[in-house]
């Protein structure tokens, strides 16, 4: 029971929920950039909801099966092909020996989610098997996926189902994303603060699984300060700090960046606050150059958000009869 | 007209680097295989190859253009 690479697409790599518990040691989070797709393509083929899955961005891969199992592939508008017969996204489908899962174009959205009953067997890694490159940790060698690599498939027992357009979610155009203002933002001037909310940013090409850069806004104005002992000398440098997930640093005050999965732990650049934990799986959706705007939040605000998501994964899995 | 697909979303780029020629240029003849452009997309080029053959190639998409998968970028009769 094997899945079989023909082509990897442009950085196909193994994902479950993560690794938690290594990021004070510099060891990310790591798992799937839309934790809610990972979760809702696993429920699909019946498997655990943190099983480990395909995360392919922008280009799908091209597989062959070794044995019958269910697939389903969510997240972004990937359509896949079954011996070149387009399937739906959102819904199971079976697939037998020898039969090949390959992709048309990206439709909507930046990554899909490719789960197989059973789910992707490679070893555990520090508790997860989710792919860490910049690591090499974990996943299938600890990198993205090649062709001839041979992913060895768990006991599973399929499902069937479909998740409608309604129990799902896409970014909006622009894409909002809900902050909560943290630890550094008196570096700025409070007219920066009000310019970068009124801004509507672009995502930068090179954004990817450690951080999402965005470009297109205004250059944030700082408070003059004297520079304190161990910081760099630009007015964005600060004495090294700890970097959360999510948080948005802007190296030079000119290109935020939002720290996603893959996230480096530590470093010297000022932090203006986080995307909220309900919004990373938006952003692991955007295109390059794709439009987004970020929206203060209180931190009530930010855990009633949490309390919504949680509240949208009960639907699917009541609508599936999980 | 065969028309020739970006497979990727990123940034469009018509030559190897920005003080070399363009890869083709507007009526050349391209085969098969050949590189028309590149895309940049997290942080790296990948290479587009015409999987059409013809004589009149003509861009449709510009150099440093953003581009979605799927997009035109040239067409070839």
Redesign the interface.
Known sequence: MAVKVVTPG??TTVQDLGRPGYYHLGIPLSGGMDRFALRAANMLVGNDEGAAVLEA???GPELEFTSAATVAVTGGELPPKLNGEERATWEAFPVKSGDRLSFG???AG?RAYVAVSGGIDVPLTLGSRSTYTLGALGGHEGRALKAGDELPLGQGKGSKGAIPANLRRQPGNPAELRMLPGLYRHRITAEAGKRFLADTWKVA????RIGYRFKGGTALDFVPREQPFGAGSNPSNIVDACYPYGSIQVPGGTEPIVLHRDAVSGGGYMMLGCVISADMDLIGQL???APARFTEVTMEQALAARHDRQAALGRVRAHLGL | MAQI?S?????FYRSPSPDQPPFKADGDAVAVGEVIGLI????SF?EVRSDVAGSGLRFVTDNED?V???AVLAEVS
């Open positions: 442009l950085s961005v922008f280009l174009f990206l439709k930046a090409p090179e954004a990817d295109q390059p150059h | 697909l497979p990727l979303p990123g940034t940049e997309v997290m942080k990948h953003p979605m998968a799927g």
